[in-house]
């Protein structure tokens, strides 16, 4: 099992960035595919981008292709999500999830395990 702790979110003017972080507890942290949602006020939540369990294949929504980048460092039991030119439509609530596979999935019910969200705020 693992439990799984976001941060990173905040407001910040339309065209910045932020680093979201997630940070896993256990010893099996390396063993999860893992992947980034968000959820809009009155949509649901969809996939954002999600990584391998080595970090060495990662996919991402075309919504944020080219402006966001997944990553991980095993050792830190850590995942990022870096979004640099962000939109008003990026403002979400961004969660992050982890599945008993070695890849990741783009369908929520794919993941086995979800931290408690982080808000991200751009404004215009």
């Known amino acids: 099992q693992v439990q799984l702790v976001e941060s990173g979110g905040g407001v910040v003017q339309a065209g910045g960035s932020l680093r979201l972080s997630c940070l896993g507890s256990?010893?099996?942290?390396?063993?999860?595919?893992m992947g980034w949602f968000r959820q809009a006020p009155g949509k649901e939540r969809e996939f954002v981008a999600g990584i391998s369990w080595r970090g060495d294949s990662s996919s991402y929504a075309d919504s944020v292709k080219g402006r966001f980048t997944i990553s991980r460092d095993n050792a830190k039991n850590t995942l990022y999500l870096q979004m640099i030119s962000l939109k008003p439509e990026d403002t979400a609530v961004y969660y992050c999830?982890?599945?008993?596979?070695?890849?990741?999935?783009?369908?929520?019910?794919?993941?086995?395990?979800w931290g408690q969200g982080t808000q991200v705020t751009v404004s215009s």
């Open positions: 999830a982890a599945r008993s596979a070695p890849s990741w999935g783009v369908r929520e019910y794919s993941y086995d395990y």
């Open positions: 256990g010893r099996t942290f390396s063993s999860y595919g």
